[in-house]
């Protein structure tokens, strides 16, 4: 079984119409799976639907925590890309789970989207890594501990 939990950013941002930006929706991860055929046992849970720069030291306590109390060890948060890092830093003295974090550059409702292919690498990456906390993106893995998002590339890299 894996523990799904989303917390918005741009993987569940969605259009209302033309005149509109782009707004935080209801998470896209359920239909996806689905769409997908993925069978592997999971549960999907929406604990916030917040672009990660208006995420608080509260909401990084609360993703914690409903990390820590997860009965499974293995948990995949989707998550903004701009503080990704920073939530997978506060989830990194969480013991006995593989805890992998991902998103995406593009929001799933469109067609040209890195999302579905992060959310397949990120499952995979959950159910193959050992314990640890992880962000696996655009077909990379990488460590927290020493991972920056370079904003001007469009990607996560390795700090020097």
């Not at 914690?64 to 989830?91: P, Q, W």
Request: charged content about 20%; aromatic content about 6%.
């Amino acid at each position: 079984m894996i523990d799904i939990f989303t917390t918005g950013g741009t993987i569940d941002k969605v259009y209302f119409d033309a005149l509109s930006e782009y707004q935080i929706g209801a998470t896209a991860l359920p239909d996806m799976l689905q769409e997908n055929n993925v069978f592997v046992a999971h549960r999907v849970t929406q604990l916030m639907r917040k672009d990660s720069l208006e995420l608080t030291d509260a909401d990084r306590a609360a993703i914690r925590d409903a990390v820590a109390a997860s009965d499974v060890d293995k948990i995949l948060v989707t998550h903004g890309t701009d503080t990704m890092v920073d939530t997978a830093r506060v989830l990194s003295g969480i013991a006995g789970k593989t805890i992998v974090l991902t998103g995406a550059m593009q929001p799933a409702s469109l067609r040209i989207s890195d999302a579905q292919f992060n959310v397949g690498f990120a499952l995979a990456a959950t159910q193959t890594l050992p314990h640890g906390v992880y962000i696996a993106m655009n077909g990379e893995v990488f460590d927290p501990a020493n991972t920056h998002k370079d904003r001007l590339a469009h990607r996560f890299v390795r700090d020097q």
